[in-house]
């Protein structure tokens, strides 16, 4: 759990790493999770699991601002978002039942590797 909140230092410290965050999932339309979960892991404290699953609770309203603005500049298709959002409704279920049955170690790893690899795709793409 995060080490007792001395109130200006860490609330200062989460809302900067929320700032963050936000901005990358605005600019982005995703990736805060990216920067949620190592912030609150190295710099909090916090452990991997509860990183992990603190960060989906930060990312949905971080996600929810965004969509409202794509949406109003017309720039998010319903279909495919519809569509895309059926399978993520299912795999979401999915990953959160099996996210406390990964130890720690395996969790970092591929939390880690699916980073590296999609960094590796788009700046060869």
Do not use: C, W
């Amino acid at each position: 759990m995060i080490k007792e909140f001395k109130m200006n230092e860490v609330n200062l410290n989460l809302i900067i790493i929320g700032a963050i965050a936000g901005f990358v999932n605005g600019l982005f339309g995703s990736g805060g999770g990216t920067i949620i979960v190592p912030a609150l892991i190295f710099l909090m404290d916090l452990e991997d699991h509860k990183a992990h699953a603190t960060a989906i609770s930060i990312i949905l309203p971080l996600s929810i601002i965004s969509t409202i603005v794509y949406f109003l500049n017309n720039k998010v298709s319903l279909k495919l978002s519809s569509t895309v959002m059926i399978g993520g409704v299912v795999g979401s279920y999915i990953g959160a039942k099996l996210l406390n049955k990964i130890p720690t170690q395996v969790l970092r790893k591929i939390f880690g590797s699916v980073i590296i690899y999609t960094a590796i795709r788009m700046i060869l793409k």
